[in-house]
């Protein structure tokens, strides 16, 4: 397996990474530029919160498990230093998204924000020795506990008591951040959030009869025959595996790692299309029409999550069949998504696979998947 | 022109109405049912009032312009009678959807909701004469009007001041709203209305150089060079042209009509796909990547709008030039929306033309864009 970790190493340090590190840098105005064409210009220069700790958090991460490289540690520092000046409200709740010079533009909705803030605040101050970063990860980590229940506050849409849905994604985040966070977390709120966690991913969205998991269900946990309900989101499911494999693997449970392996391979087979290869966006667990228009496009972060969770399955499998499914998303992934031509990776793709966006980076697709995924690979297969 | 009249007469009498005859009505719950599979099959129950209303009017419509046919009546009152019962909040704002039953499902955080309730009550009103409809049409109305400045209330997401967008969509829904009101407004309001429409579409989001209509300005008029700023939606464009070449016949305005005409024209022009054939459904006025992942798809509305500005124009101009761009629009939209086979039109195509959505209604298509734009190609093509 030495060809495969040396190729996803080679991708993340010698194209991937100096990518970003050419083209990204907002260096009048502080923070990242992540609105980056085919070859790196510039096309919007708005700064999306998601994306600015995403991309201070993959260079922080670079610098604690990979090299003490102090270019990297500066480059994580500009978009801390952004993020700590203009990122948050008076609350503490993180923006949506800032222009250029870090002036609110789209409020604290959406608490993923706070999310990949809290990620990179940790990671960085980890690499930094940076208290206050450490404390404002930590600080973040309670308000995005506190905010759990009502995650939207006053922007939430749903009329209250009709049709009360719980959605995945906090669950399938915290069970990565808890990770993320535990060197600064008691260990009683770690095991706490962990076990709550698995119960919500693994005993409440996964349904036990297909083994796919549901992106909302009803608030007690059963099924909700709406659009929102019937909806699977193939990668987001197996991006979610990967996280409580690495929870598997720190608990030493290997039937917790078992179920969440099984887990990867049915929302493959699910959501693999048959006519043009590649992993759907969306799909209706029914069969019926998605309400996503986008619901048949292939998304550089789906295809990029599955080779992750696939390395690690067969890691620890060591299965033949786990690396055949591996190699057959590998080979789509890199015929379709690579561009040796201009570095990094095009982030969507139509159905047959034909760039819809020429893109590198935009106000969802930025320094993240395509780094974390690089790495993730090139460790899972460094052993062998 | 005797054949394009037949033609789509045809198709609105004995397809498109029948479809929803058949398929729509909720004989249990009330309202109708609007998403509907290919072969008009209800696939899901939730009732958007989007939908409830715009089929009230059209059933209203095809009563008070084609034929007194009862069983129109009926069906435009059964959708009316939902929408009076349960369609709205204590404050009389309309709710975005509800369950199939008519509890409140999404609150009412878009103003287009209220824009279709108040069009179903007015042309239902002066159908059945009923004048509860006709005040509720025109409470609506004024709350409409009241609510222009802010029309998502707290539901807005952006921040106040850094970058105050406005939106292209209430003034255009204004400038056929107020003329459908008509027989039930002042002539002041009226007149008032539509000199600021007018202003606004034409003054305003009608950008003088390119013959482009912008979706989102600053509050001040000028451009913003942002995703938002350089948003193009031509099919939204062109379809609020026909609503002011309606105004311009209205006032004999001859160079507002030759005007309007012309951007029809521009926007065509800029949103047609040379490659693959029809029309797109966004575009960024710069050419940079659009936000939308959707932007490379073929809208049934799109085409049918398009189809009806082209036919008003060559109705008022006679130019055999707008006549070959209307048979281009007419052979592109027949050959790969329609569905001889089960009846009324596909509504979403990818860019190819290949339907991507197997359904006839849904979330946001329902018995409206098809057989209006039926009804107006008919009556424009009628008198030749």
């Given at each position: 397996m030495k060809n495969y970790s040396d190729l996803y190493r080679d991708a993340l340090l010698k194209d991937v990474i100096p990518f970003w590190e050419r083209n990204s840098i907002d260096k009048q105005a502080g923070g990242y530029f992540t609105c980056l064409d085919r070859f790196g210009n510039v096309y919007d220069t708005d700064k999306f919160i998601w994306l600015q700790g995403r991309q201070a958090w993959t260079f922080s991460m670079l610098y604690n498990k990979v090299e003490r490289n102090q270019f990297w540690l500066d480059i994580a520092k500009h978009g801390i230093d952004f993020l700590k000046t203009y990122g948050k409200d008076k609350n503490g709740n993180f923006y949506f998204s800032l222009t250029r010079?870090?002036?609110?533009?789209?409020?604290?909705?959406?608490?993923f924000s706070d999310c990949f803030a809290s990620m990179a605040f940790a990671q960085y101050g980890l690499a930094a020795n940076d208290e206050e970063s450490t404390e404002l990860a930590v600080e973040t980590f309670q308000n995005i506990l506190s905010r759990?229940?009502?995650?939207?506050?006053?922007?939430?849409?749903a009329f209250p008591e009709t049709r009360p849905l719980k959605n995945f994604s906090l669950p399938m985040i915290l069970s990565n951040l808890c990770l993320e966070l535990e060197p600064l977390l008691s260990p009683e709120l770690v095991e706490q959030t962990i076990d709550a966690c698995i119960h919500e991913v693994m005993e409440v969205f996964l349904d036990k009869e297909s083994n796919l998991i549901y992106e909302n269900l009803l608030s007690d946990g059963s099924f909700s025959d709406s659009f929102e309900g019937r909806l699977i989101n193939p990668g987001h499911g197996i991006e979610a595996m990967w996280f409580i494999m690495d929870i598997a693997h720190r608990r030493n449970d290997s039937e917790l790692m078992d179920k969440a392996i099984q887990v990867v391979v049915s929302l493959l087979e699910f959501g693999w299309d048959e006519e043009h290869g590649g992993i759907f966006y969306f799909l209706d667990v029914k069969g019926k029409p998605p309400m996503n228009l986008e619901w048949d496009q292939k998304l550089w972060w789906v295809h990029l999550e599955t080779l992750v969770a696939l390395a690690k399955a067969y890691r620890f499998t060591q299965d033949q069949k786990i690396f055949n499914l591996f190699e057959k998303v590998h080979n789509y992934s890199w015929d379709h998504f690579s561009d040796p031509e201009a570095g990094e990776w095009f982030g969507y793709l139509n159905r047959r696979g034909e760039v819809l966006l020429p893109l590198k980076g935009g106000k969802w697709k930025g320094c993240f998947h395509v780094p974390r995924a690089m790495y993730q690979v090139w460790k899972s297969f460094d052993t062998f």
């Open positions: 010079e870090g002036k609110p533009l789209i409020q604290p909705y959406n608490i759990k229940s009502n995650p939207k506050g006053k922007y939430t849409k």
